[in-house]
């Protein structure tokens, strides 16, 4: 059976994604901080496939290598890794944010991904062709916009990142996918603007946002494409969500 290891299983992308994975037959580790929240999911699909539930903050590197040193024999062989835990904070203009939380999204997006793809690169490259590693990147990875400053700019380096991890990886038959969503209806928000769940509300309200199972349907599909295909980057938007005209500044 295929082994997915999902970062962020406990919320939004990660959390439809094991569900989606699940319905699919694959074994699944699920990571993620709160552990509360990987048990009621381990409850859940353990009836449909094996689950290993591992609480693990993915901005600690020795923990992230220890815990893929310690995984038990039936979950060694893992064929898809999704890097998916990730956040973004501090709306607020550049010179108006906190420098802790620029440092916080550096060190999960950037710093926490990289430390789970290199503990998992010999397990991927031992699995070989179909195995996948699936980066959740951005929009705001490519297109800029108020309030994203750091938030796009560590999508940025998902994006090339995926890119170059690719060329390293020519001959091993392991995939690497930048999937870069849109609008999204998860705790994002909530978390972006520290549990403000009026401002959450609000930026969903009257529109039609992606949903988490919109991006698990397009991570299970990636994953599941015939063994010589690697989609590069696979950006994803609500319909009703474009790009907006240059700001321009008049006296
Ligand atoms: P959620 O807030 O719903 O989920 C984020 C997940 O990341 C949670 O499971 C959380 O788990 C996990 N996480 C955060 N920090 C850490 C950490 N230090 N260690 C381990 N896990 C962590 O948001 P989304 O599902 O929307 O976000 C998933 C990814 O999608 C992120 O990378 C985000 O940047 C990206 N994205 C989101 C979009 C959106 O509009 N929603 C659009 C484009 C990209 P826990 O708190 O339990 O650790
Ligand atoms: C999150 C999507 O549009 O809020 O990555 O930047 S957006």
């Not at 580790?29 to 591992?54: N, S």
């Not at 904070?89 to 290199?118: C, E, F, R, S, Y």
């Not at 790009?243 to 008049?250: K, N």
């Amino acid at each position: 059976m295929p082994i997915a290891m999902i970062t962020g299983a406990t919320s939004g992308f990660g959390r439809a994604a094991a569900r989606r994975f699940a319905a699919e037959g694959w074994s699944l580790i699920l990571t993620g901080r709160r552990t509360e929240r990987l048990e009621a999911l381990k409850a859940e699909l353990g009836d449909q496939v094996e689950v290993l539930a591992l609480t693990l903050d993915v901005r600690d590197a020795e923990a992230v290598a220890q815990a893929v040193e310690a995984l038990p024999a039936a979950f060694r062989g893992v064929t898809c890794l999704v890097n998916n835990a990730g956040l973004a904070l501090a709306p607020a203009p550049a010179q108006q944010v906190d420098l802790k939380d620029w440092h916080t999204m550096i060190d999960t997006n950037i710093t926490g991904l990289v430390n789970v793809t290199h503990a998992l690169l010999p397990r991927l490259i031992e699995s070989g062709a179909g195995a996948s590693i699936i980066n959740i990147g951005s929009v705001a990875g490519s297109w800029p916009y108020p309030g994203s400053h750091v938030y796009g700019a560590t999508k940025a380096f998902v994006e090339q990142f995926s890119y170059n991890l690719r060329c390293d990886l020519q001959g091993t038959g392991v995939r690497v996918t930048d999937i870069a969503p849109g609008m999204s209806q998860t705790e994002f928000t909530l978390v972006r603007t520290k549990g403000d769940q009026a401002a959450s509300d609000k930026l969903y309200a009257g529109t039609t946002p992606l949903q988490p199972e919109d991006i698990a349907a397009q991570i299970v599909h990636v994953a599941t494409l015939p063994a010589h295909i690697n989609i590069n980057r696979l950006e994803v938007m609500p319909v009703r969500q474009a790009w907006s005209p240059f700001a321009i500044d008049r006296d």
